[in-house]
Every structure is written in C-alpha cells, then in structure tokens.
C-alpha cells in the first residue's frame, strides 16, 4: 500500500483515493466510519454531560502526559541504537519503588499518603526525584554499556537480553520491596487542587503538574534534538550510523549518554506516575505495555509521534472507562486494542514512522 | 550428502533422540505419579507451545510473543463453554467446546496475524506482545469472561480424568499431540506451501517479485501458529484444572520466549528440550532454601547467560558438541562448518 502511494506522492488526494486497489480504499473508508461514529458518539455523551467531558478529558490529557514522559526515552533509544527496551517499563518500576524508599526514610514515614493532607516538604519530594532518577540511568547505561553494546546491531538479541534484565529486575523488586501498592506523596507546598477557569468544578493540581512537565519535556527534548550539537549528532546517527563514526565522532560515547537519558525519562515517568498513580510491582508490565502502544501508534524513534501516541493512548482509555455503555465499561481494554487495529490497518509503520 | 548414509554424526543426533523417545514412551512405568505430571506432561504441553514460537521463527522468520495470548484464546473458550466455576453458565459437551476454542484461537490467530503481517522483524516482536498483554489486561477485566479470579473446576472430558491422582492418560495425549505436531511441522516445511513461506523468511521481496501475496503468507502461518499454540493452551487446561488471567500474563508469555531461547529458537526440537529444562529446573529448585522463592530470578540469569554466550541454546550446543565428535569418529578435520541435509529443514539465523 505504501508502495502504492509513494509513487503518486507529487498528486493531491484525490487522485491519490483514486489510485488506491480497492481493498485498501474500503479500509480506508471502514477506518473513516469508526472514526466518523467514535466522534458523533463523545459529542453525544459531552453535550448530555460537559462538566464530566471536561474531567475525563483532563485526565486523559495528564495520562497523556505521563505516557509522554516514558515513552519518549523508549522512542529516543530506540531511534538511534535500533535497541527496543524491554525493560523500560521495568526501569520505570524501579524508580517508583526507589523513590518511595528515600521518601520514607526522608519523612520517618510519615508522608506515604497519597490523597489527603501531605506531610512531605519540597525536598521529600524533590530528592527521591532526582536520586531515583539518576539511579536508573546509570542502571541503564550500565546494561548498555555490559550488555548491549558489543551486540549492536542483533536486534533480537538485544531485544531478549533486556527481556532477561526485565525478569531478573522484577523477581528482584518483590524480594526486595513487597508488593504492596503505595503512592509518593507530593510536596505540601503544592496546592491539592487548583479551580478551573470559568467553572466552579476543581481538578487535582500534581495532574496538571505532570501535564506541564510533560510539555516543557516534549519542547526541551525537541530543542535539543533540532538545535544543539548533541541532538545533530543523534538525527544523524538515526539516518546513518556509520557515516557518522567516519566522520569522527565518537558514536559510541552519543549513544551511552542517549541510553543514559532514555533510562532517567524511564525513571522521571516512574516518580511522577507513583506520585499521580500508585508504585506498584505491576508497573513494569503496565509500563512496558504503554510503552508499545505510544510508539507502535505513534511510529518508533518519532519525538512527535509518541506525543500523538501519548495523547492517543491517553485520551481512550480516559473516555473508554466512562463513555461506554454502562455494564461494558469493563470491556475498554478492547477500545486500545481497536485504536492498534485502525493505525496499524493504515499505517503499518505508525502514524510518523518511517521504514529503517 | 547422501541423506540416508548413517555417518557417525547422524547416529549421534539420531541415537539419542530415539532413547530419548523411548524413555517418553515407557515413562509412565520408570517415574513417580508426581514427576510424570509436575515435570514430563507439564514439559510436554509447554513445549507445544514453544513449538508454535519455534515454528514461527524458524520456519517464517516471525518471532512472536502472541503464542500465549492464542493459547489463552484457546483455554478460556473453551473453559467457558464447558461446566466451571466462574465463566460464562453454558455447559457443552468437552469435546465440542475443545473443538470450538481451538477455532476461536486460530481465528484470534488469523485476525491478529492480518494485523501484524506486514510489520517485520522487531516490530512484528512489538506488535504481538502488545497485543499479547492486551489479551491479559482483557480477560482480567471482563469478568463474563474470566476476571482475576479465572474460571475454576473445568470439566473434562472422561479419558483425561483426575491431572492429580491418575496422570498417565493425560501424559499419553500430551505426548501425542507432541509427536503429532513434531510430525506435522516436519512435513509441513516439505510442502509447497511449506517452502514459500521459508522464501518468505529468507527474502520477502523477492517472494513478491515472485508473484506471492507475502502479508497473506505470513497471515496463514500465525494462523498454523495460533493452532499449535492452542493445543498446548487446552492441554494446559486440562492439566490445571483451571485457566486465570495468571496463566496468560506477562511472565508466562516470557517463559514461553526464555523455553524457545534454552531449548534453542530455530530447531524445532529444542522447544521440548527447552520445557524440559525448564519444567525440571522449576521442579528441582523448589527445594532448594535459597532459590525456592527466587526461581525466576534464576531463570532470567541462565536466560541472559544462554543469550549472550550460545544463541543457538541447547540444541545449539549439542549440535556444536555432535558435529565435532562426528569429525573426529569420521577422521576429518574438525573445522569445517556444518553443511548438509539437515541445514536445509533447520536454517540458522544469517
């Protein structure tokens, strides 16, 4: 089907309808109906309700934005070392439990509440923060730089060889932690919730917190990637490896530090999800799973793809829970699968993926 | 080389392989009720599961993680189409409701192959486990179906009878299906539609230069995967008594990746010699004070170290171990690499 396309790229799209065999147009035209009835449906649901349209469209915008922040150090590694993490959702895990440990020990134990009042100070917070996060980096880039790096290029291998880390981190995480579900307590300077302009409905405000970091993230890592050397660096590595090494760059130290970040957005994805969500021991699984999706949807190694994978993602299976008809609410796991089946119908790639 | 020449190699490959066979066939008389059942039948159906990955990888170039979402398909269908606790109230004969999850599977399999067969390589990897763990997260969520709690108590039908107190006969069916399965993807790789899809492994364009329609190839093959993957889902089934979204989730699916792995990804064999290895290293370290609660952890090591140090896994070893001694029983040097008949129906990964 691409291959059909790419040829009549130069005509508008029209013709380019036209020129497509008939099975691939009655998809296309399927895709449209969906698409066409999922939309009629939300209006009907929001127009009878707006005050929960507006709620459950803020939580999945937040999800969205949590789903950002991990799935983008999956989408940056993979871009440029072809390496697909299967422990990142353990990594993600990892930094949760990490992060809850410190805070315990920071507050005597006192702050482990997640809703009501909080105990813990900024630096209850903001240390777990970054010390959880360093230390999934380095736990990355230790597994790059032991495992990976002398299999470049055997992507299966690579693949299985973070399977093998995934399952040794998780047997290990419940010896170690439990597997009782806590949540971090956000710091007590932050307001619980904030009031939402022109209404009278509040919302949680770490949500909103999450959102905006996931968007100052998206700019940064966008900025970084189109305007500093680093980022030059990595778009050339993901075209061509080789050339670049030629050229005297030392690939090898570009993809350390890239695995490096890659991890620590693993790791900043687990304490803001602990705070938001919960830091539980069926994160990595959860986390993996998302992980996929956002960049199956959204085309692997694409920074702007995992955000329309992101707010995908996070937008259905925020309305799903609730739209649907009551008494099948519970079959909305099959809304995400359906949101797979209709990209992957059109775009095998995903919706910014290109082939390697 | 002549295939039917008994070079000492091929007596070292086939000599054990039929005391091996042998000692499956009398098992029932040299080991305990409880090793028969814990260890070999529960080797067995895990091992027709790996099959269905091994077939897939080897024979089509498709390494999936959706075998244990299909063989999930195949178990919860039919477990709620029979008298259980939990599940949906329908009570069918056994045999009409094995026959009907096992459709279910394939048709599952059809359907998330048409999705997934035009993604390649780590992508197709990508896909099927997505699809794998949403499979999980489903059966967990609608409790028509299963919920958390699963659906317990399955009727079987009259010739497996009790898994606990009377194994062999279920033993004999999982042996069975095995060889039957063994056979039919030995034959299958024979057949015309066997080889095209080897083509299809080896150069996808080339096959559609050829004139093949490759995404439906690769469509029907997860679909003869989805049917493999299904007999070790009712066999499996039948052994539990039982079938919970635990037995689908990620860990079972990464056991079945790390039983192919051991065993060794592209030798058909080697998913039995994996199960087994496994199935007895689950048995053997149960006992065991320091391990006993760590056994995954265990596994995830042996599975990192065959990796990194043998990715051809067992049979890969044994291989190596089989064509040097072969060479130096013949009198021919040692070093050149293995060619011949056997290369033709079991290719290595280039």
Excluded at chain 2, 23 to 41: G, H, K, M, N
Excluded at chain 2, 104 to 124: C, D
């Amino acid at each position: 089907m691409s291959e059909a396309t790419a040829g009549v790229a130069d005509l508008d799209w029209r013709s380019r309808l036209a020129a497509l065999p008939p099975g691939a147009l009655a998809l296309r035209i399927a895709v449209a109906v969906v698409v066409g009835f999922v939309a009629v449906w939300v209006s009907y649901k929001a127009y009878g309700d707006p005050r929960q349209f507006v709620i459950v469209g803020l939580n999945g915008l937040t999800l969205a934005g949590l789903y950002f922040v991990v799935a983008s150090g999956f989408t940056l590694i993979f871009g440029l070392m072809r390496v697909v993490n299967m422990a990142h959702g353990s990594l993600y895990m990892l930094a949760g439990f990490f992060a809850l440990e410190l805070q315990t020990k920071l507050t005597g134990g006192e702050a482990t509440s997640a809703f009501g009042s909080s105990e813990a100070g900024l630096g209850d917070w903001i240390i777990p923060l970054v010390v959880a996060c360093l230390a999934v980096g380095v736990i990355g880039l230790v597994m790059q730089q032991v495992f990976l790096r002398w299999n470049q290029g055997q992507d299966l291998r690579q693949a299985l060889i973070t399977i093998a880390i995934s399952i040794i981190i998780a047997d290990q995480t419940l010896a170690h932690f439990g597997g009782i579900a806590e949540s971090l307590a956000a710091p007590d300077s932050f307001p619980e919730s904030v009031h939402l302009p022109f209404s009278d409905l509040t919302y949680p405000f770490f949500r909103i917190f999450v959102l905006l970091v996931a968007i100052a993230l998206g700019l940064c890592l966008w900025a970084m990637i189109q305007r500093t050397r680093f980022g030059m660096i990595v778009r050339a590595g993901v075209d061509d490896r080789q050339m670049v090494s030629a050229l005297g760059i030392n690939i090898q130290l570009v993809f350390a530090a890239a695995f490096f970040l890659g991890a620590t957005l693993a790791g900043l994805g687990g304490v803001l999800g602990g705070t938001m969500i919960s830091v539980d021991k069926a994160n990595d699984t959860q986390y993996l799973l998302i992980s996929l999706i956002v960049v199956i949807i959204g085309g692997m190694g694409s920074l702007a793809g995992a955000a329309i994978g992101a707010l995908a993602l996070g937008l259905v299976d925020s309305f799903g829970d609730v739209y649907l008809p009551a008494g099948y609410t519970n079959y909305s796991i099959l809304l995400i699968f359906g949101l797979l089946v209709l990209v992957l119908a059109v775009r095998p790639l995903g919706l910014f993926g290109r082939p390697a | 080389m002549n295939r039917s020449a008994l070079t000492p190699e091929r007596a070292l490959w086939w000599g054990p392989a039929l005391v091996l066979t042998l000692i499956l066939v009398i098992a029932p008389l040299l080991f305990s009720d409880f090793y028969l059942s814990q260890v070999l039948t529960k080797a067995l159906w895990l091992g027709i599961a790996a099959a269905s990955l091994i077939f897939l990888a080897a024979y089509v170039g498709m390494v999936s993680l959706g075998q244990v979402a299909l063989y999930g398909i195949a178990g919860f269908t039919m477990a709620n189409l029979v008298e259980a606790d939990g599940g949906s109230p329908i009570a069918w004969n056994p045999w009409l409701a094995t026959l009907v999850g096992i459709l279910a599977a394939v048709g599952a399999g059809l359907f998330f192959g048409a999705i997934a067969s035009r993604s390649y390589g780590i992508y197709f990897l990508m896909i099927t486990l997505a699809i794998a763990v949403l499979t999980y997260y489903f059966f967990g969520q609608v409790t028509q179906f299963s919920g958390f709690g699963g659906v317990n108590s399955v009727e079987r039908p009259a010739i497996v009878s009790n898994p606990v107190t009377d194994p062999v006969n279920l033993f004999y069916i999982a042996l069975l299906t095995s060889a039957a399965v063994y056979a039919f993807v030995r034959y299958l790789a024979r057949t015309p539609f066997g080889l095209a899809l080897q083509g299809v492994r080896d150069d996808p364009s080339r096959m559609r230069a050829l004139g093949y329609n490759v995404p439906l190839l690769r469509m029907l093959a997860f679909g003869l995967g989805a049917l493999i993957a299904a007999f070790a889902g009712i066999i499996s089934v039948w052994w539990n008594t039982r079938i919970s979204p635990g037995s689908i989730d990620l860990t079972r699916t990464i056991d079945v990746l790390v039983i192919a792995v051991i065993g060794g990804l592209f030798r058909l064999e080697g998913a039995w010699v994996g199960a087994f290895a496994f199935a007895a290293l689950d048995n053997w370290t149960r006992g065991l004070d320091v391990v006993g609660q760590r056994f995954n952890t265990v596994i995830g090591v042996i599975f990192l170290v065959i990796v990194l140090l043998s990715p051809g896994g067992l049979m890969g070893i044994w291989q190596s171990i089989t064509d040097f001694l072969g060479r130096r029983l013949a009198g021919k040097p040692p070093a050149r690499p293995s060619a011949g008949a056997r290369a033709s129906d079991s290719p290595q990964p280039s």
